[in-house]
T-cell receptor, first 115, second 112 residues
C-alpha cells in the first residue's frame, strides 16, 4: 500500500531551535510538494520539487526556511531558527505530474508547536 | 492570483440528507479541479479529479461538477452518513504543471 510517510508526526520545541521535518514520497512520483496548514490561512504552498530539482520556494520565508531533496526517497524541510508563528501542520504530498498535477497523495502531516 | 473560496465554511445536516458543497475560483483558466477529504488530525485524501475537458465526475455517492466559465464547482453527496463527517477541500491548478491552490474547506457534520 503506497503512501507518503512524514516524520515526526508531532514536534514541540522552543523558539530559536532548529526543526527538521522529513518526507518519503511514493516511489515513482516525480513531484514533491510542501504545504503548511493553519486555521487562519488554510493550506499554503511552501515549496515543490520536480525530479528532485526545486521549482518554486517563493512561499517560504527564505531567511529561516530551507527545503531540499537529497535523493528521490527523501525530502526535508528545515526551520532555523523556529518562531512561535511557525506553529502549524506541515504536509508533504507527492504525485506523478505530467501535463498537469493529477492526483496528489498527502502524508499525515507533521504538527509543529513552537513555544 | 488564483483564489479559491468554499461556502459554507461549516455545515451540519441530519443523516440521510442530500447535500451540496460549493467551490468558486477567480481565474477560470484552470486545468484540473480536485476535491479532497480531510479527517481530523489526518492528511488529505483525493476524492474526485475533474479534468479541464470534463464537466463532472462520479464516485459512489459523490458527484462533482465543474463550470469553468462561471468559476464554480459543486460536490454533491447523496444520502449522507455520519462517516461522511470531515472537512472537504477543493483545489485547482493551471496548465503547465503548476501547484494546486486550495480553498479553506467546508467542515461537514452528519448527525445520526
Amino acid at each position: 500500500d503506497a503512501r507518503v510517510t512524514q516524520t515526526p508526526r508531532h514536534k514541540v520545541t522552543e523558539m530559536g531551535q532548529e526543526v527538521t521535518m522529513r518526507c518519503q514520497p511514493i516511489l515513482g512520483h516525480n513531484t514533491v510538494f510542501w504545504y503548511r496548514q493553519t486555521m487562519m490561512q488554510g493550506l499554503e504552498l511552501l515549496a515543490y520539487f520536480r525530479n528532485r530539482a526545486p521549482l518554486d520556494d517563493s512561499g517560504m520565508p527564505k531567511d529561516r526556511f530551507s527545503a531540499e531533496m537529497p535523493d528521490a526517497t527523501l525530502a526535508t524541510l528545515k526551520i532555523q531558527p523556529s518562531e512561535p508563528r511557525d506553529s502549524a501542520v506541515y504536509f508533504c504530498a507527492s504525485g506523478l505530474v505530467l501535463v498537469s498535477t493529477g492526483e496528489l497523495f498527502f502524508g499525515e502531516g507533521s504538527r509543529l508547536t513552537v513555544l | 492570483k488564483q483564489e479559491v473560496t468554499q461556502i459554507p465554511a461549516a455545515l451540519s445536516v441530519p443523516e440521510g440528507e442530500n447535500l451540496v458543497l460549493n467551490c468558486s475560483f477567480t481565474d477560470s483558466a484552470i486545468y484540473n479541479l480536485q476535491w479532497f477529504r480531510q479527517d481530523p488530525g489526518k492528511g488529505l485524501t483525493s476524492l474526485l479529479l475533474i479534468q479541464s475537458s470534463q464537466r463532472e465526475q462520479t464516485s459512489g455517492r459523490l458527484n462533482a461538477s465543474l463550470d469553468k466559465s462561471s468559476g464554480r464547482s459543486t460536490l454533491y453527496i447523496a444520502a449522507s452518513q455520519p462517516g461522511d463527517s470531515a472537512t472537504y477541500l477543493c483545489a485547482v491548478d493551471r496548465r503547465g504543471n503548476t501547484p494546486l491552490v486550495f480553498g479553506k474547506g467546508t467542515r461537514l457534520s452528519v448527525i445520526a
